[in-house]
């Protein structure tokens, strides 16, 4: 395969080209209605949003240059089968999940997971069963799951139907994912892999192994999140002996639009394009510069960078902790002051996603330094802050199943009073759109001082104004 090729790319251009007249959707007509203050920003890439014309193909149904497209990241990732997204990873998390589980069947899933892997067990109307990660006391978030924690949910669970993992972390955090597929194979049960952080991992030898590598039987990659895609651009890898292909094709054709977005799909043509060549010479040059850019933030008195364990994890992200009395929200509102936006920020660290830069490319890192140097001059040593613990069961399920949910009546109370009581609703602090608490279970009191803490550092809940008053959702007469 030509991996240089960018057929769906080239035939967008093509067709552009030949100034063609539209009777047809979409209704800005090729870029001739756009107008207005937006017209210079739109006017190029309207004449790329094409819809399913003669030669550009159809998504739902590929038989030209779409398949060909697809066919080439397959064929970069080593699968059987690869898929575009165009409803981010979002869609191909959902899909996963409901061609692996039906109704009332059980499977694993990581607990830290993202909020559409929960979504998608909920319209399965599977039962999960939560797999507590570790949790990193220095950095003060939580990471994989441990081995050992799967093989004692199999020994408990062995008819679950999956295991649903995120790898790397929202950190770039990894752990013993080949292992553990190996072992969740050895039973008999598919490993899905939720990589939205880990598009780019193939593409050098010094990065952790990406799931698909490892021989997960569908892995999700975000292309948009660390590729030069553009945003809701996403993959989804098949390689299973497991779950049905078809199964997989089918759910998409649900999930995704039936209006594809075109540009998106070239994005996504391109940006494997642009992995398929990030060369050995790339990945020295990218990881020169990263390591300038981790040893001058070492050097900023107030901050310290955070090492990964075993220096094995994502270089694409850097995290750095306060070491004064500025918390993590703190430091990137000064940053944001300058101009610089990070990707999340948390009550202690700051989150860089950095660019995956080939060889002849560079990036204003400095402007980083110079911030941080001049707002940090006035804010001396902090004590130790000590950091609330991740602390869940390694294996549990829920309390109150969802079929059972709806026959129960939800009242509001304090969250001094819910400890014990069933939750009746997803806490979410956001960024990273982790549930803290998943409807059906039980208030435990170390998840009451989470969310008392994550309050008073600034956090945000998704759909949580009650949280934030101090009150949660709980089923009542439980």
């Given amino acids: 395969m030509n991996q240089d090729n960018t057929p769906l790319w080239?035939?967008?251009?093509?067709?552009?080209?030949?100034?063609?007249?539209?009777?047809?959707?979409?209704?800005?007509?090729?870029?001739?209605l756009a107008g207005g203050e937006g017209a210079d920003y739109f006017k190029h890439i309207l004449k790329l949003d094409a819809t399913e014309l003669s030669g550009l193909d159809d998504l739902h149904s590929p038989?030209?240059?779409?398949?060909?497209?697809?066919?080439l990241l397959a064929g970069l990732h080593g699968?059987?089968?690869?898929?575009?997204?165009?409803?981010?990873?979002?869609?191909?998390?959902?899909?996963m999940v409901l061609s692996a589980a039906e109704e009332k069947e059980t499977v694993l899933v990581q607990r830290n997971c993202h909020k559409s892997i929960l979504n998608g067990i909920t319209l399965a109307k599977a039962?999960?069963?939560?797999?507590?990660?570790?949790?990193?006391e220095e950095w003060g978030v939580a990471g994989g799951v441990a081995l050992e924690t799967v093989k004692e949910a199999i020994r408990q669970f062995p008819d679950a139907k999956a295991i649903i993992l995120t790898y790397p972390n929202y950190y770039g955090m990894v752990y013993d994912l080949e292992n553990i597929i190996q072992c969740a194979h050895d039973h008999g049960i598919p490993v899905l892999v939720d990589e939205a952080?880990?598009?780019?991992l193939i593409g050098g030898s010094q990065f952790p192994a990406s799931a698909v590598q490892l021989q997960a039987d569908l892995t999700v990659q975000s292309a948009h999140k660390t590729l030069p895609a553009?945003?809701?651009g996403a993959y989804l890898h098949f390689n299973s002996r497991f779950i049905k292909e078809e199964k997989v094709s089918n759910y998409l054709g649900i999930l995704q639009s039936s209006s594809p977005s075109y540009p998106i799909m070239a994005s996504l043509d391109l940006a494997r394009a642009y992995l398929a060549s990030f060369s050995k010479k790339d990945e020295e040059?990218?990881?020169?510069?990263?390591g300038h850019f981790r040893k001058n933030l070492n050097g900023v008195k107030g901050i310290k960078v955070l090492p990964f364990?075993?220096?094995?994890?994502?270089?694409?992200k850097v995290t750095i902790q306060s070491e004064t009395s500025l918390s993590g929200f703190d430091l990137q509102t000064l940053l944001e002051k300058h101009g610089i936006f990070t990707e999340m920020a948390d009550p202690y660290n700051v989150l860089f996603v950095l660019p995956l830069l080939k060889n002849d490319m560079d990036y204003p890192f400095d402007r980083v330094i110079e911030c941080l140097k001049e707002e940090l001059k006035s804010f001396g040593p902090a004590d130790r802050q000590e950091k609330i613990n991740f602390s869940k069961k390694p294996v549990s399920g829920l309390a109150l199943e969802q079929q059972e949910q709806s026959q129960h009546t939800i009242k509001t109370v304090a969250l001094e009073e819910a400890a014990g009581k069933i939750c009746a609703q997803q806490v979410i602090p956001y960024p990273p759109g982790i549930p803290l608490l998943y409807p059906g279970e039980i208030i435990e009191g170390e998840d009451i001082a989470n969310i008392r803490f994550q309050i008073q550092a600034g956090a945000r809940f998704q759909n949580g104004d009650n949280i934030k008053k101090g009150s949660i959702n709980v089923y009542q007469d439980l």
Wanted: no cysteine; net charge negative; hydrophobic share 40%.
């Fill in 230 to 232: 553009m945003t809701m």
């Fill in 63 to 71: 038989e030209g240059v779409i398949l060909e497209a697809q066919e």
């Fill in 309 to 316: 364990q075993h220096q094995n994890g994502d270089p694409l």
């Fill in 10 to 32: 080239n035939q967008l251009q093509k067709h552009a080209s030949h100034q063609p007249l539209s009777f047809h959707v979409p209704g800005h007509k090729n870029g001739y």
């Fill in 197 to 200: 952080h880990g598009a780019h």
């Fill in 79 to 95: 699968v059987s089968k690869s898929f575009f997204l165009v409803n981010g990873s979002t869609a191909g998390n959902l899909a």
């Fill in 127 to 136: 039962k999960p069963v939560f797999l507590a990660p570790e949790f990193n």
């Fill in 285 to 290: 040059a990218l990881l020169e510069k990263i």
